[in-house]
């Protein structure tokens, strides 16, 4: 059974920096793609960064771009998020997710386990003025 386990995030303040992990285990073969999403209260769960697993290349939400860094080691099944400059509008739950369908639009919030995306369980990130 494919389960991602998140660790990082906490608390900081506006302009400094956290990183995120995100471990995958109970899979034997790689993911097309893995992403960061984030949901804050009140708010839908949206894409913050994706990384194809094949090539390596990423994709950003417009929000984050130049401030976040999505990285993967494969050797250690492990996925990362460095972000940097943060804001206090960041402020969010933090979830990480594996998708194992080709093609699959990496950056979408939706997709179930039933359907080949696994999500990790949330961390929360909180980024004050």
Known sequence: Q????????????????????????GVTYSSYCMGWFRQAPEKEREGVAAIYTGGGSTDYADSVKGRFTISQDNAKNTLYLQMNSLKPEDTAMYYCAADYRAGARCLSPHGLPTQGRYWGQGTQVTVSS
Do not use: I, P, R
């Not at 494919?2 to 900081?12: D, K």
């Open 2 to 25: 494919v389960q991602l386990v998140e660790s990082g995030g906490g608390s900081a303040q506006a302009g400094g920096s956290l990183s995120l992990s995100c471990e995958v285990t």
